[in-house]
């Protein structure tokens, strides 16, 4: 069973990976407005991650394992979340002409098209520089916790008055970044409907 969910875990890592460097390359070839499509992959990407891949991680691996590859996955996943719209920006087109960042900024574009990509980026940049680091600590400060009582952070209850503050600071770290994720998927959803209308 532990062959089976190292692989598991391994494969999870590569697919990650695979997807996101696909829809890398994808993008750096937005010149054709056919393949602004390509954000539509975008939203799979960032569905798959919160709704399927991270539930069945958290609900198949062990606590350690899954800690192990949502820490491996989260740095890759915010980075691109905030590069890919920059790339989208500086990439887009109309009629064979690269709009870059004057098109961006015109002010038939801003409400449908900066908002959008601007809180994508921002929204990743928030949760890759903030809050990360913050729960990367806290998740260290549980693990030496867990040492000095002798009990895993997870175990059933009761707890020390230590751990009991941590688990709720890591609750909350947690939240908020589950929470800027959903926006940021809104907002891609978003930003796919009014290319789609644009380019029907």
Do not use: W
Request: net charge positive.
């Amino acid at each position: 069973m532990d062959g089976v969910r190292r692989n598991m875990f391994r494969h999870s890592q590569l697919s990650t990976s695979d997807n996101h460097l696909t829809l890398h390359r994808r993008l750096l070839c937005m010149e054709d407005p056919s393949s602004q499509l390509d954000i539509h992959k975008a939203v799979n990407i960032k569905a798959h991650q919160t709704f399927i891949g991270g539930i069945i991680a958290f609900r198949v691996l062990p606590r350690p394992q899954f800690s192990a590859l949502q820490t491996a996955t989260f740095p890759v996943y915010f980075t691109l979340q905030s590069a890919l719209p920059v790339i989208v920006a500086l990439t887009s087109s109309r009629g064979g002409q690269l709009d870059g960042i004057s098109g961006l900024l015109a002010p038939e574009n801003r409400f449908g098209t900066l908002l959008p990509l601007a809180t994508v980026a921002v929204s990743g940049l928030i949760n890759q520089v903030i809050l990360r680091p913050l729960t990367v600590r806290t998740m260290k400060e549980r693990k030496h916790q867990e040492t000095r009582d002798g009990k895993k952070s997870y175990d059933p209850a009761p707890h020390s008055k230590e751990m009991m503050a941590l688990n709720k600071k890591f609750g909350r770290l947690h939240g908020l970044s589950s929470l800027i994720n959903m926006v940021s998927l809104a907002a891609t959803i978003y930003y796919g409907a009014v290319l789609s209308k644009r380019l029907s």
